[in-house]
């Protein structure tokens, strides 16, 4: 509760308490007031009469009423009795209430008051309300020789402490509003106040030691009023909002993708030719956006029936049957291909750049190729441009050199560079003896992208380390002379919905289907793993958990089995290749170790499946372990969340990976520690249904609002907003160049 609010609730709560007391403090003081003026009057009245009732008293009962009667003039007194000391009524007004007998209030008179009292009262309640009785003796000797009792209406009494009761509510009400309105004054003023202190000091009131700290929630609160604008202005990113803004912000341009991987591969079969989508991260993201935006993707021609299907500029158009955008295929020596793409990439950057116990290989001739086939695809770039500043997404470490060798061509083109793998600390990309060209070569671009912001530090850490450049922490930009490079993250993620699950069984079919398939038991309990087989993807640590399951929780043999589907990738490496019989020989193993006639605790699937079958996959599961050593994102955690519109199924995932920033709601383990994630596997085998439901839904709602379509889009309007001002200081340039040539 806000501390204004506690404060006003307290004072409420002081000036209730304040009210209560006050009333009975007044209503006996006014009491005490009341009786003692009754008594007063009772004196004087009698006194007065004094003469007139002893003259009277035995002699002339008719005189003696009179008196009486003289006496209740006084309005407050409503009747008037003489009491003879033996207790008999002698003579009475009218209006004396019979009940009150002289004999009764002789006798309680007697009981309560001392002997010697000359006076006495009491407040008997009669069915018409309150009196007031007051005995008054007159004579000499003997107190009790004469009483002149009296009839007091009280009723006002009462009338006015109802009146002082309601004051004081009205009171208390008023107090209270003003009470609530000065709080909330003093909560607005201390408010404003602290709101303007902030601002001086944001805008450098502030001691110098604060200032990076200041710039950074300046830049922050900057982004986060910008992002919360854009969204509100557009709702959730799809393919229509991703094309309107490429028409708002960009004049409708088409995009040109630049990517090693090519989206559909015609591959020769037996049946004929075949299209196949690789398994990979980076087309699953890109290829929806494509699809959104229409354009060109440039990419290595490398399957086997590539070259019958493109046309005579070596472009085709996809998908087929939508035909939405063209691929532009560039084709690749082999020893091309062993240089840049096995080698530099994959033995040098792929392990410099994933903590996972690999070290990379650097070798003079790689690079040469790497060179060398980074110019022929930024060639091909600058050949399917349509303008002479067109929108170029450089996708990957493949092509690090790229935008560099786009902008020495093309000085006017926004290249936005997107790294899908982690960038890591200055000191690692340090041993890299050519990093300085590697950072140079990403620089070329108006926009480097990283999944995360610890990527984009440890990338301007780098930049800080090795080049020659003034970096704007503030706008988190790289100078180089008149050009800024913005340094973004830019978390991926996948479409959504997911086109490929049209094609889809739903989950109760697929848990049938997939069980059938395999001869597994209906009711066994299916985890799933869908990784390329790499050496990041901690593929090896995944089966090891799933022999500690079994080890330390004996329920589950014979009753859970794991389906890893491993697309083989990047056999030419030895590393890989030696991957590829280890995870053989690790399956075999824990097989050996628990199967049974009929149980198999690890099914592994070496071979690449077509999208729809992996999503079948991800639905027929009970979990998903995504247990990468270091991963950019993982998009196959998104899918398994995507694939889920059943609600059902958990979610074991990495630390190490992007994703585990994004979907906090799945069981978060460290997969090199067996025990951990032996006992995640169990919660989530052990986990209630609603629970289940709850976890996923939250992650769906995360992943349909934070989709690929966001992605692009927020690439997009920030590479448009630097192009904005680029123009605007190009124009502005040039007029002063012709203000000075035109005064000289
Ligand atoms: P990848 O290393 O390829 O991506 P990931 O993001 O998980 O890793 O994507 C893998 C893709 O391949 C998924 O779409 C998955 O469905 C598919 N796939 C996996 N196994 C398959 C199989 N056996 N058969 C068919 N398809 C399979 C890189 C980075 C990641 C980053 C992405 C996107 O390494 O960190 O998330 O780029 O930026």
């Given at each position: 509760m806000p501390r204004a609010a506690r404060f006003l609730l307290l004072l409420l709560a002081g000036l209730a308490l304040l009210t209560v007391v006050a009333y009975f403090a007044l209503t006996k003081v006014t009491r005490d007031w009341f009786e003692r003026d009754i008594e007063l009057r009772s004196r004087l009245a009698v006194s007065s009469a004094r003469q007139s009732l002893e003259n009277n008293w035995r002699t002339d009962r008719a005189r003696l009423t009179e008196t009486l009667t003289d006496i209740t003039?006084?309005?407050?007194?409503m009747g008037a009795a003489a009491c003879s000391?033996?207790?008999?009524?002698?003579a009475a007004t009218?209006?004396?209430?019979?009940?009150?007998?002289c004999s009764s209030l002789l006798a309680s008179m007697r009981r309560d008051?001392?002997?010697?009292?000359d006076s006495w009262s009491t407040t008997p309640e009669l069915p018409s309300g309150s009196v007031r009785l007051s005995v008054t003796f007159i004579g000499g000797?003997?107190?009790?020789?004469r009483a002149v009792v009296l009839v007091h209406d009280v009723s006002y009494l009462s009338r006015r402490e109802r009146t002082t009761r309601n004051i004081l509510i009205i009171a208390f009400f008023v107090l209270s509003l003003c009470a609530a309105l000065v709080t909330l004054i003093a909560a607005r003023l201390a408010w404003r106040r602290w709101t303007n202190e902030l601002r001086k000091a944001l805008k450098g009131?502030?001691?110098?030691?604060f200032l990076p700290l200041l710039r950074d929630v300046r830049t922050l609160a900057r982004q986060l009023a910008s992002d919360r604008e854009r969204e509100a202005r557009g709702g959730l990113w799809s393919p229509e909002r991703l094309r309107a803004t490429l028409t708002q912000y960009l004049d409708g341009e088409r995009i040109v993708v630049l990517a090693n991987r090519e989206p559909h591969i015609h591959e020769r079969t037996a049946d004929g030719i075949a299209v196949l989508h690789p398994a990979s991260g980076l087309v699953t993201a890109l290829e929806p956006i494509m699809r959104a935006c229409s354009g060109v993707w440039v990419a290595?021609?490398?399957?086997?029936a590539d070259r019958e299907t493109v046309?005579?500029?070596?472009r085709v158009r996809v998908?087929?049957?939508?035909?939405s955008y063209m691929i532009r295929r560039v084709w690749l020596g082999e020893d091309e291909e062993r240089g840049?793409?096995?080698?530099?990439?994959?033995?040098?950057?792929w392990p410099l750049c994933h903590v996972a116990d690999a070290r990379p290989t650097f070798r003079a001739e790689d690079f040469a190729q790497y060179v060398e086939v980074n110019r022929k695809f930024a060639n091909a770039v600058c050949e399917e441009?349509?303008?002479?500043?067109p929108i170029i997404l450089v996708q990957d470490y493949?092509?690090?050199?790229?935008p560099k060798m786009i902008r020495e061509r093309l000085p006017r083109a926004t290249i936005i560079a997107f790294w899908h793998i982690p960038w890591p600390n200055a000191e690692r990309i340090?041993?890299?003896?050519?990093r300085d060209e590697l950072i140079a070569g990403l620089l070329g671009a108006s926009v480097v992208g990283f999944h995360t912001q610890q990527h984009c530090n440890n990338f301007i850490d780098s930049v800080d380390a090795f080049m020659e450049s003034r970096i704007d922490r503030e706008s988190n930009a790289i100078v180089q002379g008149a050009r800024r490079t913005l340094v973004r993250p830019y978390p991926i993620s996948i479409e959504?919905?997911?086109?490929?699950?049209?094609?889809v069984p739903s989950a109760a079919d697929a848990h049938v289907g997939v069980r059938a398939e395999l001869g597994l038991s209906p009711d066994v309990l299916l985890g799933v793993g869908i990784d390329?087989?790499?050496?990041?993807?901690g593929i090896e640590e995944r089966l090891f958990a799933v022999d500690e399951l079994l080890t330390r929780y004996p329920e589950f043999r014979g009753k859970f089995t794991f389906i890893q589907l491993a697309a083989p990738s990047r056999t030419k490496i030895e590393r890989y290749r030696k991957l590829n019989e280890r995870i053989d020989e690790v399956a075999a193993q824990i097989n050996a170790k628990w199967s049974t006639a009929n149980y198999r605790p690890i099914v592994l699937l070496r071979t690449h499946h077509e999208p729809a079958s992996v999503f079948r996959y991800y639905r027929a599961a009970d979990l998903c372990y995504?247990?990468?050593?270091?991963?950019?994102?993982?998009?196959v955690a998104k899918e398994f969340v995507a694939a889920r519109d059943d609600e059902r199924g958990v979610l074991v995932l990495?630390?190490?990976?992007?994703a585990a920033r994004d979907l906090t709601e799945a069981l978060i383990?460290?997969?090199?520690d067996l025990r951990q994630a032996s006992d995640a596997l169990a919660a989530a085998l052990h986990m209630p249904i609603d629970q289940q439901r709850e976890r996923m839904r939250s992650m769906r709602r995360f992943v349909s609002e934070f989709n690929v379509y966001r992605w692009a889009g927020r690439m997009l309007v920030d590479a448009a907003e630097l192009r904005r001002k680029e123009r605007m200081s190009g124009r502005l340039d040039a007029m002063a160049r012709f203000t000075r040539t035109g005064n000289s």
């Open positions: 003039r006084d309005e407050r007194i000391r033996e207790g008999e009524l002698l009218e209006a004396y209430p019979r009940e009150f007998t008051a001392p002997a010697s009292a000797e003997s107190q009790l020789r009131g502030a001691s110098i030691e290595h021609g490398s399957g086997s046309d005579k500029h070596d998908p087929p049957g939508e035909e840049y793409y096995y080698g530099f990439s994959n033995e040098g950057l441009v349509d303008s002479d500043d493949h092509f690090a050199l790229a340090g041993i890299c003896p050519w959504w919905p997911v086109h490929w699950l049209e094609q390329r087989l790499d050496y990041t993807k995504v247990s990468s050593l270091h991963d950019g994102m993982n998009l990495s630390q190490f990976t992007g383990v460290n997969p090199y």
